[in-house]
């Protein structure tokens, strides 16, 4: 076999099958190096809705026969549920643009084998990468594989990037549980279902005709109570739509959950030209905002499309900026528990409910359109006030005002950060 290629790109996840096809296009020849055997794809529970952003970067690089497949749900939009038996709130992408919702494995198969018979890919399956360096990639049956450039597309724990920086601290945020539901139908079809309630919030959409993903997220908290089923239903039995309830406690009685944890890397790094990380090695943040995949695909695609490293690396930091910060905003909004942050949350429905252009400016966000720090501050600051005037006076002022200063914080600190690099 061959042992030199122009890029060897590791790890056959949404990424690396991207990068592979995108690089393979351009007359490149690549080894896509997958350690996970044939078979197991559907075992995984990771992401399932994709957003038109992503949909439009699977069509840009040949993956059109996914995206065009019948019968596999659309994605609209969200619908949001703001708990206490108040009427949802819908949020359209905007100029009907469609995102796609599919079983994890379902996508990852259909992308594998549309790379397996493109010209110039050597596909190895079942094939851990144990080191790399800027040369190249040792595997775990010892043998050594050469290339100019080498891909970590090798997820979240990846060995590309600690081949290049050492164990990285990702921040644990919370664990989640996904549960099937086979026979059922959504109360929006073609929507994302989010449910605020308590201990977090819950997500439900269909990825399959009357197939339909509920992911419970659970804050890490509870830990030791998230392992006992009937606290689990009980926690979320308020929440979840009448139709949906009954099923769900037969799953979780069944023992049918995948658990997976939920972990947050900033998106700064993106390697030094010679490896090079895209996807969740790049960086990873909380699925609410289902933002994973479609990063993914576009650093793929832009990757294979740069006039060089620096410029891919600084354009990608500076377009997943603001969508990184409204993910974590939204989950801390949704998940914290707060006397102010329930507030917060209240005025942050109120404000998508009666104001048809900032629920626009959120889903333009979530689709990637906002560069700029401002498209996410002006809407914050108009959150925030509401939060402060409808805030529960039963509370100290003290207690509030160290809400409303932990709520600053972080966007603070991504304006510092931006400004610091803008000046670099
Ligand atoms: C519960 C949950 C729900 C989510 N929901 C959504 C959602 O709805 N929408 C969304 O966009 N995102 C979602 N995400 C995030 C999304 O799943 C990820 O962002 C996406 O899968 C990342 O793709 P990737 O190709 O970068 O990495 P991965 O999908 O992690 O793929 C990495 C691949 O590399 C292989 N690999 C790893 N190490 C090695 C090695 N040493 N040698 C060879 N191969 C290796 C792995 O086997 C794997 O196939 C969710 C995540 C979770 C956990």
Redesign the pocket.
């Known amino acids: 076999m061959n042992t030199r290629f122009d890029l060897i790109v ?9 990068a592979a096809r995108a690089f393979a296009l351009s007359g490149k020849s690549v080894a896509l ?4 055997p044939e078979g197991q ?1 559907h075992k ?8 038109p952003q ?1 949909v439009d970067a699977l069509k840009q690089i040949g993956f059109g026969s996914i995206t065009s497949l019948k019968g596999r749900p659309r994605g609209r939009g969200f619908v949001v549920y703001p708990g206490h038996g108040e009427a949802p709130v819908k949020l359209d992408y905007v100029e009907g643009q469609l995102g796609l ?1 599919f079983h ?1 494995g379902d996508l ?1 198969d259909e992308m594998r084998q549309v790379v397996h018979e493109t010209d110039r890919v050597t596909f190895l399956r079942g ?4 080191s790399a360096d800027d040369f190249g990639v040792v ?1 775990d049956t010892g043998k050594r594989l050469e290339a100019k450039q080498v891909v970590g ?8 990037r600690r081949s290049l920086r050492g164990a990285t601290h990702h921040k644990p945020i919370s664990a ?1 549980t ?1 549960i099937l539901l086979q026979g059922v139908k959504a109360p929006y079809p073609d929507y ?1 279902h989010v449910f605020l309630g308590k201990p977090s919030f819950l ?1 439900g959409y269909e990825i399959a005709p009357s197939t339909i993903r509920i ?1 419970v997220d659970v804050p890490l908290k509870y830990k030791a109570e998230m392992k006992d089923p009937e606290w689990l239903i009980s926690a979320i039995r308020d929440t979840l739509p009448p139709v949906w309830r009954q099923p769900c406690e037969d799953q979780i009685r069944h023992g049918h959950l ?1 658990w ?3 972990h947050f890397l900033a998106r700064a790094d993106y390697g030094n030209g010679r490896r090079v990380l ?5 960086g ?1 943040t909380h ?1 609410l905002t ?7 695909l576009v650093d793929a695609i832009e990757f294979s499309q740069a006039k060089d490293f620096s410029s891919f690396a600084r354009n990608r930091r500076q377009a997943c900026r603001v969508p990184e910060l409204l993910s974590r905003a939204l989950y801390d909004c949704f998940s914290k528990d707060d006397a102010f942050s329930n507030s917060l949350r209240r005025a942050v429905v109120s404000l998508w409910r009666s104001d048809e252009k900032e629920r626009d400016r959120t889903m333009g966000l979530l689709m990637g359109n906002g560069r700029s720090f401002l498209t996410f501050a002006g809407p914050f600051l108009k959150a925030l006030l509401g939060a402060w005037k409808g805030r529960d006076q039963s509370t100290t002022m003290a207690a509030d005002l160290a809400s409303i200063a932990s709520w600053i914080r972080l966007p603070m600190a991504y304006a510092m950060a931006g400004w610091v690099r803008s000046r670099a």
């Open positions: 590791v790890g056959a996840g949404p990424a690396g099958c991207a190096l997958e350690a996970e794809s995984r529970f990771a992401g399932e809705w994709l957003h992503g919702a994890h990852v094939v851990r990468v144990v595997l597309a090798d997820g979240r724990s990846s060995v590309i989640m996904g994302g997500l992911c995948s997976q944890a939920n895209i996807g969740d090695a790049a990873h699925p289902a933002t994973g995949i479609t990063n993914g």
